[in-house]
Every structure is written in C-alpha cells, then in structure tokens.
C-alpha cells in the first residue's frame, strides 16, 4: 500500500535539513553549531573568517550541497530510465554517459599539459563533460533506425560502449605515470573534495533546469510504463517522450558526473527504495526520489570522510558497498531472485 506520499515530501524535508546539517558537522576537521551560525553571521557582515569558520563555508558546506544535488541527480536520472525503459535494472550510466566522462578526464588526466589546455578549475569537468556527450551520441546513433530509436538497441550499444571506454581507461592507466593512475582510478571511483561553490552552483541550476523540463512529462511517464501500446492509446507521443527524457538524462547526468566523477549505485537503487516506501503512488515522486538521492549521497559521503579520517574514501566505494547488499535485499523481496 505504500506511506501517503504528502507525509513522505514533509519528512524527507525534514530529514534532508537534518542529514545536510549533521553532514556539515563532521569531517576531518569537526565544526559544532556555533562556529556555523558565525561564519554564516560573517558573510552576512563581511567579517573575516577564523580557520574553522572559512572550513566551513569554503570546503564542507560546499560539498555537502554538492553531495546533496549529485545524489538528487542521479536518483532523478534512475527513476526517469526505469520508467522510460520499463527495466527495473536500468540505471542513468548505462547508455554509457559515466563511462564516457571517465574516459574523458582520463583523457585529460593523461594528455591535458602535452596538448596545452589551459589548467583551470573547470578544464577537467569538460573534458569529462565532452566524453559523456561523445558517448551518448554515438549510442543514439547506432541504435536509432528509420522507424525511431530502438530501445535494445540503445541498452545494447549501452552495454557494448560502456566495455569499450572502460578499457580506454584501462589503457590510458597503463601508459600513464603513477600520479596521474591514482587520479584516474581516484576520479574513477568518484570524489567530492574538488568541492567548490562554482561547480555546487553548477550541478544544483542543472537540477533545478532538469526537475522542470522533467515535471511536466511525469504524467506521460506514468503512462508509459502501462505498456507502450496503451501509453499510444492514452495520447501519448512516444517517440518525443523518449528523445525528451534521454536528452534531459544525458544532460544533467553527464554535468553531474564531469564534477564528481563516476558514483555508482545511487541511480539503481534509490528509486527502488523510495517505491517500497511509497508503493505504486505517483504524487510528488520524482521530488521525493531526488530527495531521497540527495541523502543517501550526503550520507555516503560523511560515511567517506569519517570512517578512516583524514584520510578519505572515494565515495564509489562507499555507495558500492552499501548499494550491492541493498539491491539483493531489494531483488529478494520483490521476488525477482
């Protein structure tokens, strides 16, 4: 039967302020309450900040929201693909837009100083932003056929492309010096320490663009996922569904992914969840599974920060290790095992 989903909206408001603030607090460095509030009172006067209260604004509270939104996003990504492709499976990397960023900060890693690109904070990001594209592209032109986009095709192609940059990124680690393996295996695992208010900026306008070009077509959504024919029968364009949704996918997965690196798991399993909380209702879904996305990554990340501190965890680990469990239990309880 599911939980009302309107109680569900006000608790995961509540518990989405409670997981932001308790994630702010801890790290390697620990900021109680009032060091918050002063820095916070600080920026409103333009006061100068001690060494905790500039922690706070210029490294954590950066990355927990940066944390927050990523998960958002990739939750949002999960749930919109599951539906489109009505595969309980299906996650937003698999047409491969994580394993084409990947390889595109490889790329960067590797080759940036010889091919003279400009060294600035948002070099990396495009570069792995340009292979999210360059991958999604070619998946759609591959598998798309006079008659329209075929849907296995573009799993498929997915799967085959996916294989195909991870041993790009295989190789360029084998030609690579050790510095730059460990950041292509750091990044490829994911990371939120490059945290900063530019790219936390960056990835919460792409929610916010992606959650209203995505509202208006959840009702279409819904439909869809009763069947193709009957979606058809319903009045719903279905070929302009699929290219609208994979497009806002692409979009808002490969921004996300080209600041943080590849995060898997959350896109999997988080609308799984949140549809064994909230059963077969519809109302407020796709803000409560963001929402939902955004605690388990701030969680995630706090877990990353914490557990061997200071040094850090890549949060890939993190989301794997708890994610792989997860998803047996889910798959054992719907009785897909």
């Not at 909206?9 to 603030?21: D, G, H, K, W």
């Not at 940066?66 to 693909?81: D, Q, R």
């Not at 990001?125 to 056929?145: D, H, K, R």
């Not at 950041?183 to 790219?199: D, R, V």
Request: positive net charge; glycine residues 8%; hydrophobic residues 55%.
């Amino acid at each position: 039967m599911g939980i009302n989903p309107r109680f569900i909206l006000f608790l995961f408001l509540l518990c989405s302020v409670f997981i932001i603030f308790f994630s702010a607090i801890f790290g390697a460095v620990s900021i109680d309450f009032s060091a918050m509030t002063n820095a916070l009172s600080k920026l409103v006067f333009k006061s100068e900040l001690n060494l905790t209260e500039r922690i706070f604004v210029e490294l954590r509270l950066p990355r927990v929201l940066l944390a927050f939104s990523t998960g958002a996003i990739l939750a949002l990504g999960g749930s919109i693909m599951q539906s489109l492709f009505r595969n309980p499976i299906v996650e937003p990397g698999l047409i491969g837009t994580s394993s084409g960023a990947a390889f595109g900060a490889a790329v960067f890693i590797v080759f940036g100083a010889s091919l003279n690109v400009q060294m600035t904070a948002f070099a990396l990001p495009v570069f792995a932003f340009l292979g999210a594209l360059l991958a999604s592209i070619l998946v759609f032109s591959f598998s798309y056929q006079k008659t329209g986009m075929n849907v296995l095709g573009i799993l498929l192609i997915g799967v085959a492309l996916n294989a195909l940059f991870i041993s790009g990124i295989g190789f360029l680690s084998y030609i690579s010096r050790d510095p730059q393996a460990r950041s292509i295996t750091f990044w490829s695992l994911g990371s939120l320490s490059g945290a900063n208010w530019q790219n936390t900026f960056v990835v919460w306008v792409t929610l916010a663009l992606s959650f209203a070009g995505l509202t208006p077509l959840n009702k279409q959504l819904q439909l869809f996922s009763l069947g193709e024919e009957n979606a058809l029968y319903l009045g719903v364009n279905v070929s302009q569904l699929r290219i609208k949704v994979m497009l806002i996918n692409v979009i808002m997965v490969s921004i996300a992914t080209a600041f943080v690196g590849v995060i898997s798991f959350v896109g999997l399993i988080i609308p799984h969840i949140y549809r064994f909380i909230a059963g077969s209702s519809t109302r407020f879904s796709l803000i409560n599974t963001a929402m939902l996305g955004g605690m388990f990554l701030c969680s995630a990340d706090l877990l990353a920060r914490v557990l061997f501190a200071p040094a850090e965890l890549p949060i890939g680990v993190v989301t794997s290790l708890v994610g792989v469990p997860v998803f047996i239990i889910l798959l054992k309880r719907t009785h897909v095992l």
